[in-house]
């Protein structure tokens, strides 16, 4: 999840106390969601409650972090102070808080977006090295081709075969 990965670089950079509890608390939310998938069972609403309650206190704490001492404003200077990577961060935990633990009300919803970063890394390495598609329809190919490729292998189908039978025109989807 590209959140834990954010809050390390805070850990790391910053030396943020927030972001490592944050840290520390989704991926015990994760586990406890784990727990009650292979039990078959939904989290109990008073789990989803304290992990909640949890969170809103981290981020409670973290502002003394992230928020810069109040200053006097410098003369010549227009315009609004950027914020800090640490307030970024954080000002994301608040505003997205329902989607950032929708996991544990929904087990539909992944706890991370790394299937769907997989499923169009290749486009983005394509472009890189290529700088773009010379064509449109170039790139409603190669978007065929990759998203063939990701279905048989979320199918768990063998891609060789696959494609074999798809050159003799055999192919069929289940």
């Not at 030396?15 to 939904?42: C, F, G, N, T, Y």
């Not at 992990?51 to 010549?76: F, H, N, Q, V």
Request: contains cysteine.
């Amino acid at each position: 999840m590209h959140l834990l990965r954010e809050c390390q670089g805070i850990i790391d950079y910053d030396k943020h106390q927030w972001a490592s509890d944050m840290q520390i608390l989704l991926r015990e939310s994760l586990k406890e969601r784990k727990k009650v998938l292979e039990a078959e069972r939904p989290l109990y609403p008073e789990a989803i409650s304290n992990i909640e309650t949890r969170y809103d206190e981290i981020l409670s704490r973290g502002a003394k972090e992230w928020r810069p001492p109040l200053k006097s404003a410098e003369s010549g200077k227009r315009g609004r102070k950027a914020k800090s990577k640490a307030a970024n961060l954080a000002e994301r935990f608040i505003l997205y808080k329902a989607d950032i633990l929708r996991f544990l009300q929904n087990a539909l919803v992944p706890f991370d977006n790394s299937q769907a970063e997989r499923d169009i890394r290749m486009v983005k390495v394509k472009e890189k090295v290529s700088g773009s598609f010379r064509t449109q329809k170039g790139a409603i190919q190669f978007a065929r081709i990759r998203g063939f490729i990701s279905t048989m292998r979320k199918q768990g189908r063998n891609l060789l075969d696959s494609i074999i039978l798809v050159g003799r025109g055999q192919f069929f989807f289940n």
